[in-house]
Each structure stands twice: as C-alpha cells, then as structure tokens.
C-alpha cells in the first residue's frame, strides 16, 4: 500500500530564516506531487505540482520554491522566510490526474 | 476555470440526526468531485469521489454524496450523526480535462461540522 511522510511535524522559524520541508511517498512510482498551503480562515492553497523529477509547476508567485530530486521526494524551500510564511502545509500524491492523498502537514510558524 | 463553493462555514447537528453539507461547483468540463475530511492538526482523509460513474456515492463512515449536474450540485450526507464525525469538510473538483490534465484540485472554503450530544 501507498504512503506518504512529510517532515517536520511542527516548525518555528525566526523571521529571514531558510526553510526546508519534505515529503517522500512509498509504494508508488511516478506520482504526481503537490505542496498545498492552509493558513487560517483562506482554506486550501496549491502552491506548486510535479509530474516528473525536476519538473516543477507553481501555481502562485510567492517567496517559496520546489524540487523534486528523486522520483518520489518533494521538497519545499524558502530562501528567507516571512510572517504570511506561517501556516499548515501539506503534500499530497497522485496517480493519473484522478485522486490526491494528502500526507499528515508540517505545522510552521514564522515568528 | 473551476470554482467550488461550500454553503455554510459551519454546521451544528445533533448526535443522531441528518448531517448535510452543501457543495456547489463550477466547471468547463465534466468533473471529477470529491469530498475529504480533515481532524484538528491532521491532514485530508479522502470521504469519497465521483468520477463519472454511479451518480450516487458512499464513502467511508456511511457518508455519500450524489452528483447533481443540473443543479452544479455534490451535497455530502450521513443519515445519523455520531461525535467522532466533528471536523472540517472540505469539497473539491478537479480539472481532469483530457490527456494535459494534473488532477488539480480546487478546493471550497470548508465547513466546519458539529456534533452535540
């Protein structure tokens, strides 16, 4: 069966700081990736997808970044944090344009 | 485009009564639809999905949702409310529209499900 782990958990990060979260999917080969961001009372944000290693879509401009490595990691970075940083983060996987499954989130909090 | 507009931010019910969370959608080609269920600090948990086959669809936890095309309508029900049903409810299309599709999935702002006993 398929699987997905995201990394970190819960994140606090000063204000300028670099950032680093990833997502790495079991029992699947070739998935679609996705970064979506939560924040508070703004619902679900796609930020980037991936069909492919190296191949990254974003969807809105903003301070963050993504690469896709290996087939099956997914990695979210930011240069330099901001306070509008601050939200639930999730990953999620899919096959075939069809279903997403979303992984468990990486809680940040820029302060 | 895709739009999904969810009909209520909050929702409080009975322990064993109707559940019944609203989801309008908009979109230029035949959609695929699907409801997820997100717990405090948790990720989404996919209910169920229509992927135009069966207009009427049960999910896990006897939740089911029916496709309403004339009524650009995906209504999510559960015939009796049980406490471990509160969370927030999240309706989302995908624009599977032919061979360049990413499965992108626009989500509705979500509503919040409440069950008192």
């Known amino acids: 069966s398929q699987t997905i782990h995201q990394w970190p958990a819960t994140l606090v990060q000063p204000v300028g700081s670099p950032l680093s979260l990833e997502c790495t999917v079991e029992?699947?080969?070739?998935?679609?990736l996705y970064w979506y961001r939560q924040a508070a009372g703004r619902g679900l944000q796609l930020l980037f997808y991936s069909v492919g290693i190296g191949q990254i879509s974003s969807e809105v401009p903003q301070n963050l970044s993504a690469s896709r490595p290996q087939d099956r990691q997914f990695i979210l970075s930011s240069k330099k944090l901001l306070l509008s940083d601050s939200g639930f983060y999730l990953c999620?996987?899919?096959?075939?344009?069809?279903?997403?499954?979303f992984g468990p989130g990486t809680r940040l909090l820029v302060l | 485009a895709q739009s999904v507009t969810q009909l209520g931010s909050h929702v409080s019910v009975s322990e064993g009564a109707l559940v019944l969370l609203r989801c309008n959608y908009s979109s230029s080609v035949p959609p695929y639809l699907f409801w997820y269920v997100q717990y405090p600090n948790q990720g989404l948990q996919l209910l169920l999905k229509y992927t135009s086959a069966a207009t009427l669809v049960k999910g896990i936890n006897d939740f089911e949702a029916e496709f309403k095309k004339s009524e650009t309508s995906f209504h999510l029900t559960k015939p009796s409310a049980h406490m471990s049903d509160a969370a927030e409810y999240f309706c989302a299309v995908s624009d599977r529209a032919g061979g360049t599709s990413y499965g992108k999935l626009t989500f509705g702002q979500g509503t919040i499900l409440t069950v008192h006993p």
């Open positions: 029992g699947t080969s070739n998935p679609n």
């Open positions: 999620a996987w899919g096959v075939g344009g069809e279903t997403q499954y």
